[in-house]
């Protein structure tokens, strides 16, 4: 065969797989311009199948073979559903609850203006200054009064016309997540025999390596983040009991949600622990601060690095920053998809610059 014949053998099947990949790529794309509304849930979905899968499979070995189909994998979305419903149910309730008594609140701070607190003028430096604007603008009625519905008018009109429409469409989020955890924990074992040939096909002998091991890493952050973060509010709610602070229980939940995220706790707590100062318990207040502390050091520096660190098995400050940049980059997916990209990032490079199989056994 002469060289221009081959040529034209050759040619059009490599023109026919350039078009496939231009139509794979283009089909892709389409499709997630289409899905780009729902990809969060459908993150969120992965993420929660990834994290109660372990459950699952141990809960579908003792379940009945006739259940595996609809009843078990619904039963565990509904109980996941309610993991996070009950709690924010109960936080309503507490803030409708409260929302009577800061009404009377308003309404006695613009009959009678708000009097400068004993503590707010011992602060140092700042506080003779910050004493006069308060004496200025809250303490005098009627200051106080047209700030107060200033503020009253302005929130809302800020938060009311998307109040309605945000929660309709979180809502929906919410309801496909949990039908996407349903709809993945009953086909989870062919997706993810799937997914590992995909990763095969498309990352080499590594893909396999690099598809479990982001899997590993969100179990590893789902143990260090929530069930860490849980521990933390579970004592710092009943420290907040013991040192007689307002609302314990709504805080601890505050600082549940806040343990999560890397450096937040401090901010709740450390208004706790103002708010006993402002109420002449400085003492309390400092034990709290400092106990706050104590446990915060304690999971961040010991318990969380083992439990995320080992799972991704990277340094914790490539976990540290994997989550920090995935918050800012993808909001609270990125709790969970920062140290996986990361894990995922740093296989990869050990594949890549491993020495040859030759060379270890020379050496």
Partial sequence: MSPDQAETVTAPGRGSTAARIALALGLLLLGLWTLHRYLPALAWAVILAVAVWPLYRRARRRWPARGHGILLPAVFALAVALLFLLPLGLLTIQAAREAGALARWLQEAERSGLPVPAWLAALPHAGPRAAAWWQANLADPGAAGELLRWLNQ????????????????????????????????????????????????????????VARQMVASVHGTVDGLVLVGLAEGVLLGIAYAVAGVPHPTLLGALTVLAAIIPFAAPIVFGAAALLLVAQGATGAGAALFGFGMVVLFVADHAVRPALIGGATRLPFLLVLLGILGGVESWGLLGLFLGPAIMAALVLLWQEWTAAPAAARVQG
């Fill in 154 to 209: 302005a929130g809302a009109i800020a938060y009311g016309r998307q109040l309605g429409a945000d929660l309709l469409h979180r809502a929906v989020l919410f309801g496909f997540t949990i039908l996407g955890l349903f709809f993945l924990l009953r086909d989870g074992e062919a997706l993810a025999a799937q997914v590992l040939r995909g990763s095969a096909r498309a990352l080499g002998p590594a893909g396999e390596r």
